[in-house]
């Protein structure tokens, strides 16, 4: 008899159970109060029952976990001092969708080599995000692959479904059981009604195949997930944060029965691929806000300790510390002083 199985794959690595990890790294009182409270701050928020503005900052992708650490601790601080008129998360993003081929994360490949050490990726991700909720900053991030989020899902406080998964169904799915918040954006081609379709689809009850705790392969049944926003992150024609398109989306979501929030990625097509002009999105978006009052509800910046970014070298002992190898971003000073302009704008 010929093979005619699996004939593409090299092998089948077992994955650590997610309760096994859980176990070795089990929340922690003071971090489960900082997600519980970040959580109810974005219901209330994109209820449009609290009016601070909802600032989700942070790398574009984490790749060192050291890093990352220097980098919450200094926006643990604004995030502290903002906390009356800014609702501070820090994007801890560990999976990246790519258009072809390149770094898909640190969950996926936390060796920059390909060597896709999958167990130490969630391991890694895991303990980050202990420790980062543990000083009071809460942490956001995309789910990418259905099986993760069994993993790290009780310290995450607000999740987004990208622009390339908007429209796929297993992530619908997987959205409708999650027990944070989740933003939807605009796919690449700045369609904003897939993403009103997947908020619709998100809050039914769905059934799809996934693991549970002990790593059992099962079906997974939810009761479908209320909370939630569109993200608009501009597209392949170009930008998509004026008033106009932000008025457009409210409509879109109003006509759907959906209370309008939206969130204004300052990053991606929205900046032209260009991190340096983060800070006139954030600006010209701010200022929209303040005058009109309309629907958006906050704002995401990718930010590191020092702007740029930088290839993956051979030589990892040459990777610049604290730089982006994924997006380019700003840096802390630049972040820092958005920060500041946003709260003091706010005042009124």
């Not at 593409?8 to 971090?31: C, D, G, K, M, S």
């Not at 992708?61 to 050291?66: A, P």
């Not at 879109?252 to 691929?273: F, K, Q, R, T, Y």
């Not at 010209?284 to 910046?301: C, F, K, Q, T, Y």
Request: with cysteine; charged share 25%; hydrophobic share 40%.
């Amino acid at each position: 008899m010929q093979p005619v199985d699996n004939l593409h794959v090299l092998a089948f690595e077992p994955l650590t159970p997610p309760r096994a990890l859980r176990e070795r790294y089990p929340i922690t009182e003071a971090a489960a109060q900082t997600v519980y409270e970040t959580r109810e701050s974005i219901k209330r928020i994109v209820r449009r029952e609290d009016q601070r503005l909802l600032a989700v900052v942070g790398p574009c992708s984490i790749h060192d976990t050291g890093a990352a650490l220097e980098y919450a601790g200094r926006l643990a601080r604004l995030a502290g001092e903002m906390r009356d008129r800014i609702v501070i998360v820090m994007r801890a993003y560990f999976e990246k969708p790519r258009t072809t081929v390149g770094w898909r994360g640190l969950i996926n490949d936390p060796h920059l080599d390909g060597s896709f050490d999958m167990n130490e990726g969630l391991r890694r991700a895991r303990e980050l995000l202990l420790r980062i909720n543990d000083i009071g900053l809460p942490t956001a991030t995309e789910m990418l692959d259905p099986i993760s989020p069994q993993y790290i899902t009780d310290l995450i406080s607000l999740t987004a479904i990208g622009a390339r998964t908007v429209e796929s169904q297993t992530h619908r799915a997987l959205a409708s059981g999650l027990s944070m918040p989740v933003g939807y954006k605009n796919s690449t081609d700045g369609n904003v009604q897939v993403a009103v379709n997947a908020f619709l689809s998100a809050r039914r009850a769905h059934s799809f195949l996934g693991i549970d705790q002990d790593g059992q392969s099962c079906v997974v049944r939810t009761t479908g997930n209320p909370d939630g926003m569109i993200i608009l992150r501009g597209s392949s024609a170009g930008p998509n944060y004026d008033a106009a398109t932000v008025v457009r989306t409210e409509q879109a979501m109003e006509a759907a029965g959906l209370l309008p929030a939206i969130m204004i990625d300052c990053s991606h097509a929205n900046a032209g691929g260009d991190h340096t002009r983060q800070p006139h999105v954030w600006r010209e978006v701010l200022r929209d806000h303040i005058a009109s009052r309309n629907a958006v509800i906050g704002m995401m910046v990718e930010s590191y300790l020092y702007e740029g970014k930088q290839p993956i070298l051979a030589d990892r002992s040459r990777l610049r510390y604290g730089v982006s190898v994924t997006d380019a971003c700003v840096g802390w000073e630049t972040t820092e002083r958005m920060l500041i302009e946003a709260y003091e704008a706010l005042k009124g």
